[in-house]
């Protein structure tokens, strides 16, 4: 065991410079080791803490991918998400067990991942194998669970990699710190040995000995004092060598003194002059002793020599301030010290004065009275209040703007606590600790607190921000306090008015989409942590668009206006009632169980529909389909409750509107997700080209051959390069408002196919126009740009728009129509039939074709009524001069009635599926002069169209 005395007998024996450099290494060691193992540290916890996300992430990112595979059972899809899965560095293996205890498994091969850094680290960051369960849940059905299990491996290496990194530059930095140091310190020290050696030469008489100065500024001030001292002693031992007497050596001092030093006699003349009397006044000894004293007097001072010499008489010491005049005639104003003057044999024989010079003091006392005057107009001046305390808190000062706000004059205040005067609340009225004692006892300054009240004199509170500040001394003495406050009134009234324009439409006044949510999240919270019931009311306008379309979206506003207070009376006060946006509103209904918040989403249906809204000549009725969404104990979000709101809304419109319906079951559900999950792929298809168009022939039923018709049907491929039914997402692109981008898609592969044809036989492309598109101002003007771009023949264009679309939006179809038709453009009304006034209509709709609707045609063979339906179609569209066309002719016996009718076209599976332009164009290449006879499709053309057995045709999809 070490010695420790000897330990310490060592370190007292090593120089300065030895101990620095020990200590200096000590501590750069330990700063080193500690840094060291922080950082090693956190490295660890980040790895642990990445893994922990890597793992939920990737656990989360395949249940999302298996959902659609596992719901089918196509368990090639699992495993092939599986082996994708373990492709990822950080993945050890992905298993997964469906219901019927089938295991899916995809490892890591161990060979793959190698442990670079030493066993005894990878046991020593203790980072354990992680892995976890999740189930697999759509509409409340367990589809399987899904295991992962991270490898750690890559990370310990990744840990000991980068910390080996750290460690070298670590010791590297250490190492030109610690040598950095040495030559510091080396150099530093280097002066102090050369005046140690020195002092020691000195001491042995060597007082002739003079050190160059050199090193820092602290050691060269040392070595100049130990200059200085060495010359005054040569000076003052050489003095007392020569003089050998007290009084000479009394005179040395005097003379050498930095302090004018005066004597005079009775008289009040001059007997003695020290050298810094001479740089003080100008004058050497020689032009002033035995000369009076009133010379250095100012000329119109000089009678004050006389009161002078009367005091020097009396013998009594005394100080006082008078102004002297130099050589060149500048006044000083001195402070001088007197003391009478005695002889060895105590008699008194004059006076000696000190003097010192106050002219710069006194120049900064009036530099600082002026500038004392100048802050003073300042306060007065500026617009915030400021009060000035001493360090008891009592009150100095108020400028006029804090008179104003405080209600005190600065004499009634002046000695009072600010206590008394200054007091303020919070917003609910809690008092709010004096600045004072914060300041004071604190001795820092406090920073401005906007939330306070000021309680005036006459009781009225102000909002005000304030902040307080120590005064202190030119060294450093707290002598007081500082209070600036200033009025926030407007201010506040501002932000007051912002916060509610945050939260609240500023149309309704209700409150907005994004407060709702908020208000929402608190609901679901409470729910789950206090097992409370509340419920959520998505509510849409029935007929809205019918008000905006007639009369203007002003007078739309003042409906939803006078709609909002309707609503606002039927529930409430802790209810809450927003607009989402658009004719949408919502209704959080606290602590109110599903059956009760039915009754309140039914009295809300009947008071929308009671509502009569008048504008100018125009009544109009309208109504509400609500969707009721309980908030109970399940931990949700406000994504999973909205979108289950919506759907309920949505299913209350799919059943014929203004009707309450409660959250759909699981079924309804799944397809409404399912659809929101189409909202991403189609924008994807639309980014990646994934859509085409496949052709139908519209053939003439007599044989009357005009040209090639053909209607353009859209596709869409998947990511695999499958075609995707048209029913898997056209119901989602309705839903969610994407028919104008598929509309235009559609426009554009036509036209460029068109374009492609060239001088091909006569063909005409009809193209679907959605609703969505209809109601699009912007159609027009895309339409005619893509005319002019692909250089198409409007003549061989024909859109084909449904009679409800065409009747939602009669106005802008009608412009359309005209427009287009001008250019040369045809147009179809499709699904003619299926709408409640078709014929009524149809007299302010100049269409070129009606298409019978296929639900009548279908059948028509077989049922008199569909039979009646077509004929009557028909004849109306004769008598108008329009041609009919029948849709979803699929068999022999069908044609043949429609050709005993009159029917001009029939379109269907009987007379050719829908294919690609590329297969047509190969047919009319290859094809006779003659017309084709009309048959049946063959078995590779079922082949090739086998998406459009499993669902009838969606007109233009």
Same mark, same amino acid.
């Given at each position: 065991m070490l010695n420790l005395s000897s330990l310490f007998k060592a370190g007292r024996d090593l120089s300065l410079a030895a101990r620095i450099k020990l200590v200096s290494g000590v501590v750069l060691t330990l700063v080193g080791c500690t840094i060291f193992t922080l950082d090693l540290r956190n490295e660890i916890s980040f790895q642990r803490d990445k893994l922990a996300q890597s793992l939920q992430y990737e656990l989360d990112f395949l249940a999302q991918a298996l959902t659609e595979p596992v719901i089918t059972g196509d368990y090639a899809a699992v495993q092939q998400l599986l082996n994708k899965g373990v492709e990822q560095p950080a993945i050890h293996s992905i298993a997964w067990t469906d219901s019927e205890n089938h295991l899916q498994i995809a490892d890591t091969p161990q060979s793959d991942v190698v442990l670079t850094a030493p066993a005894w680290f990878a046991h020593w960051t203790n980072i354990p194998q992680y892995s976890e369960n999740k189930d697999i849940i759509v509409g409340g059905e367990n589809y399987g669970r899904l295991r992962v299990e991270i490898a750690t491996t890559p990370a310990i290496n990744q840990i000991w990699e980068k910390m080996l990194g750290k460690l070298c530059i670590l010791l590297l930095g250490i190492g030109s710190l610690f040598a950095l140091l040495g030559t510091l310190v080396s150099n530093g020290l280097r002066p102090l040995y050369v005046l140690q050696k020195a002092a020691h030469q000195f001491g042995q008489g060597d007082h002739a000995l003079r050190i160059q100065a050199s090193g820092p500024p602290e050691m060269q001030a040392c070595i100049h004092a130990f200059n200085n001292m060495a010359a005054n002693i040569e000076r003052l031992l050489g003095s007392l060598r020569d003089s050998g007497s007290r009084n000479r050596l009394l005179a040395v001092i005097v003379e050498q003194s930095n302090v004018p030093i005066i004597t005079v006699d009775l008289d009040g003349i001059i007997t003695s002059w020290n050298t810094a009397a001479s740089m003080l006044y100008g004058y050497g000894a020689e032009d002033v002793i035995g000369r009076p004293a009133s010379m250095l007097y100012h000329p119109e001072l000089v009678h004050e020599f006389k009161d002078n010499v009367a005091r020097i008489q009396q013998a009594q010491p005394t100080t006082f301030e008078a102004h002297r005049r130099t050589r060149d005639g500048r006044l000083l104003h001195l402070s001088i010290s007197v003391s009478p003057l005695y002889d060895e044999n105590n008699r008194h024989i004059g006076e000696i004065?000190?003097?010192?010079?106050?002219?710069?003091?006194?120049?900064?006392?009036?530099?600082?009275?002026?500038?004392?005057?100048?802050?003073?107009?300042?306060?007065?001046?500026?617009?915030?209040?400021?009060?000035?305390?001493?360090t008891d808190g009592n009150i100095d000062y108020l400028n006029p703007v804090a008179e104003k706000l405080l209600g005190w004059r600065t004499d009634e205040a002046y000695g009072r606590a600010l206590g008394e005067i200054f007091q303020c609340v919070d917003e609910a009225g809690a008092s709010i600790p004096s600045p004072i004692e914060q300041t004071l006892h604190q001795h820092q300054q406090i920073e401005v607190r906007g939330d306070a009240l000021l309680v005036q004199r006459d009781g009225a509170r102000l909002p005000i921000e304030h902040s307080a500040a120590p005064i202190s001394d030119h060294e450093g003495e707290v002598i007081g306090m500082v209070l600036v406050f200033r009025d926030v009134s407007e201010s506040h009234d501002m932000a007051r008015q912002l916060s509610w324009q945050a939260s609240h439409d500023a149309l309704t006044s209700l409150v907005n989409r994004r407060e709702f949510e908020r208000r929402l999240e608190t609901l679901i919270h409470s729910a789950h942590e206090q097992d409370r019931q509340h419920a959520l009311l998505y509510m849409d306008l029935d007929q809205f668009k019918v008000v905006n379309d007639t009369c203007g979206h002003g007078a739309g506003d003042e409906l939803l206006r006078q709609l909002s207070a309707v609503l606002n009376t039927r529930i409430r006060s802790a209810d809450t009632l927003a607009r989402l946006g658009g004719d949408e509103f919502g209704v959080l209904l606290a602590d109110c169980p599903l059956n009760k918040a039915m009754e309140v989403a039914e009295a809300l249906r009947e008071s929308v529909a009671?509502?009569?809204?008048?504008?100018?000549?125009?009544? !109009?009725?309208?109504?509400?389909?609500? &969707?009721?969404? %309980?908030?109970v104990g399940q931990r949700e979000n406000n994504t999973d409750v909205m979108g289950v709101a919506d759907a309920a809304c949505y299913a209350a419109k799919d059943k014929g509107r203004n009707q309450v319906q409660a959250s759909p079951n699981t079924r309804e559900l799944t397809q409404r997700r399912g659809e929101m999950l189409w909202v991403s792929r189609i924008n994807s298809a639309l980014e990646q080209n994934r859509f085409l168009l496949h052709y139908q022939r519209i053939v003439p039923v007599h044989g009357d051959d005009d040209g090639l018709h053909f209607e353009a049907l859209l596709r869409m491929r998947d990511q695999d390069g499958n075609l995707v039914s048209p029913?898997?997402?056209?119901?989602?692109?309705?839903?969610?408002?994407?028919?104008?981008?598929?509309?235009?898609?559609?426009?554009?592969?036509? !036209?460029?196919?068109?374009?492609?044809? &060239?001088?091909? %036989?006569?063909?005409?492309?009809?193209?679907?126009?959605?609703?969505d598109s209809l109601s699009d101002p912007t159609l027009l003007d895309f339409l005619k740009r893509q005319f002019a771009e692909f250089g198409v023949d409007p003549r061989g264009i024909c859109f084909e728009v449904t009679e409800t679309a065409a009747i939602a939006n009669l106005e802008l179809a009608n412009i359309l129509i005209r427009e287009l038709k001008a250019m040369g453009c045809r147009f179809s009304l499709d699904d003619f039939g299926s709408g409640l006034s078709s014929f009524g209509y149809l007299k302010n709709l100049p269409v070129n074709y009606l298409k019978i609707d296929g639900s009548f045609v279908r059948d028509m063979a077989r049922d008199p009524t569909d039979a009646a339906m077509v004929v009557a179609i028909n004849n109306i569209g004769h008598v108008m001069g329009i041609k009919t066309i029948a849709e979803w002719v699929e068999n022999q016996e069908t044609l043949d009635a429609l050709r005993s009718i009159g029917v001009d076209y029939a379109q269907g599976y009987l007379l050719g599926r829908p294919q690609p332009m590329e297969t047509i164009r190969n047919e009319i290449m290859h094809a006779t002069a003659a017309p084709q006879p009309l048959k049946s499709p063959s078995p590779e053309s079922q082949r090739e169209e086998n998406l459009a057995d499993e669902t009838p045709i969606i007109p233009g999809f």
């Amino acid at each position: 065991m070490l010695n420790l005395s000897s330990l310490f007998k060592a370190g007292r024996d090593l120089s300065l410079a030895a101990r620095i450099k020990l200590v200096s290494g000590v501590v750069l060691t330990l700063v080193g080791c500690t840094i060291f193992t922080l950082d090693l540290r956190n490295e660890i916890s980040f790895q642990r803490d990445k893994l922990a996300q890597s793992l939920q992430y990737e656990l989360d990112f395949l249940a999302q991918a298996l959902t659609e595979p596992v719901i089918t059972g196509d368990y090639a899809a699992v495993q092939q998400l599986l082996n994708k899965g373990v492709e990822q560095p950080a993945i050890h293996s992905i298993a997964w067990t469906d219901s019927e205890n089938h295991l899916q498994i995809a490892d890591t091969p161990q060979s793959d991942v190698v442990l670079t850094a030493p066993a005894w680290f990878a046991h020593w960051t203790n980072i354990p194998q992680y892995s976890e369960n999740k189930d697999i849940i759509v509409g409340g059905e367990n589809y399987g669970r899904l295991r992962v299990e991270i490898a750690t491996t890559p990370a310990i290496n990744q840990i000991w990699e980068k910390m080996l990194g750290k460690l070298c530059i670590l010791l590297l930095g250490i190492g030109s710190l610690f040598a950095l140091l040495g030559t510091l310190v080396s150099n530093g020290l280097r002066p102090l040995y050369v005046l140690q050696k020195a002092a020691h030469q000195f001491g042995q008489g060597d007082h002739a000995l003079r050190i160059q100065a050199s090193g820092p500024p602290e050691m060269q001030a040392c070595i100049h004092a130990f200059n200085n001292m060495a010359a005054n002693i040569e000076r003052l031992l050489g003095s007392l060598r020569d003089s050998g007497s007290r009084n000479r050596l009394l005179a040395v001092i005097v003379e050498q003194s930095n302090v004018p030093i005066i004597t005079v006699d009775l008289d009040g003349i001059i007997t003695s002059w020290n050298t810094a009397a001479s740089m003080l006044y100008g004058y050497g000894a020689e032009d002033v002793i035995g000369r009076p004293a009133s010379m250095l007097y100012h000329p119109e001072l000089v009678h004050e020599f006389k009161d002078n010499v009367a005091r020097i008489q009396q013998a009594q010491p005394t100080t006082f301030e008078a102004h002297r005049r130099t050589r060149d005639g500048r006044l000083l104003h001195l402070s001088i010290s007197v003391s009478p003057l005695y002889d060895e044999n105590n008699r008194h024989i004059g006076e000696i004065s000190i003097s010192r010079d106050i002219t710069r003091q006194k120049r900064a006392e009036e530099a600082l009275d002026k500038e004392k005057e100048r802050a003073q107009v300042t306060l007065a001046s500026i617009a915030d209040a400021v009060v000035t305390t001493d360090t008891d808190g009592n009150i100095d000062y108020l400028n006029p703007v804090a008179e104003k706000l405080l209600g005190w004059r600065t004499d009634e205040a002046y000695g009072r606590a600010l206590g008394e005067i200054f007091q303020c609340v919070d917003e609910a009225g809690a008092s709010i600790p004096s600045p004072i004692e914060q300041t004071l006892h604190q001795h820092q300054q406090i920073e401005v607190r906007g939330d306070a009240l000021l309680v005036q004199r006459d009781g009225a509170r102000l909002p005000i921000e304030h902040s307080a500040a120590p005064i202190s001394d030119h060294e450093g003495e707290v002598i007081g306090m500082v209070l600036v406050f200033r009025d926030v009134s407007e201010s506040h009234d501002m932000a007051r008015q912002l916060s509610w324009q945050a939260s609240h439409d500023a149309l309704t006044s209700l409150v907005n989409r994004r407060e709702f949510e908020r208000r929402l999240e608190t609901l679901i919270h409470s729910a789950h942590e206090q097992d409370r019931q509340h419920a959520l009311l998505y509510m849409d306008l029935d007929q809205f668009k019918v008000v905006n379309d007639t009369c203007g979206h002003g007078a739309g506003d003042e409906l939803l206006r006078q709609l909002s207070a309707v609503l606002n009376t039927r529930i409430r006060s802790a209810d809450t009632l927003a607009r989402l946006g658009g004719d949408e509103f919502g209704v959080l209904l606290a602590d109110c169980p599903l059956n009760k918040a039915m009754e309140v989403a039914e009295a809300l249906r009947e008071s929308v529909a009671d509502f009569r809204f008048a504008w100018q000549d125009k009544i !109009f009725a309208i109504g509400v389909s609500i &969707g009721v969404v %309980p908030i109970v104990g399940q931990r949700e979000n406000n994504t999973d409750v909205m979108g289950v709101a919506d759907a309920a809304c949505y299913a209350a419109k799919d059943k014929g509107r203004n009707q309450v319906q409660a959250s759909p079951n699981t079924r309804e559900l799944t397809q409404r997700r399912g659809e929101m999950l189409w909202v991403s792929r189609i924008n994807s298809a639309l980014e990646q080209n994934r859509f085409l168009l496949h052709y139908q022939r519209i053939v003439p039923v007599h044989g009357d051959d005009d040209g090639l018709h053909f209607e353009a049907l859209l596709r869409m491929r998947d990511q695999d390069g499958n075609l995707v039914s048209p029913m898997s997402f056209i119901p989602a692109a309705e839903r969610y408002n994407l028919m104008r981008g598929l509309d235009r898609r559609v426009v554009t592969l036509a !036209f460029e196919e068109c374009r492609k044809l &060239g001088s091909m %036989p006569s063909i005409m492309i009809s193209i679907n126009l959605s609703g969505d598109s209809l109601s699009d101002p912007t159609l027009l003007d895309f339409l005619k740009r893509q005319f002019a771009e692909f250089g198409v023949d409007p003549r061989g264009i024909c859109f084909e728009v449904t009679e409800t679309a065409a009747i939602a939006n009669l106005e802008l179809a009608n412009i359309l129509i005209r427009e287009l038709k001008a250019m040369g453009c045809r147009f179809s009304l499709d699904d003619f039939g299926s709408g409640l006034s078709s014929f009524g209509y149809l007299k302010n709709l100049p269409v070129n074709y009606l298409k019978i609707d296929g639900s009548f045609v279908r059948d028509m063979a077989r049922d008199p009524t569909d039979a009646a339906m077509v004929v009557a179609i028909n004849n109306i569209g004769h008598v108008m001069g329009i041609k009919t066309i029948a849709e979803w002719v699929e068999n022999q016996e069908t044609l043949d009635a429609l050709r005993s009718i009159g029917v001009d076209y029939a379109q269907g599976y009987l007379l050719g599926r829908p294919q690609p332009m590329e297969t047509i164009r190969n047919e009319i290449m290859h094809a006779t002069a003659a017309p084709q006879p009309l048959k049946s499709p063959s078995p590779e053309s079922q082949r090739e169209e086998n998406l459009a057995d499993e669902t009838p045709i969606i007109p233009g999809f």
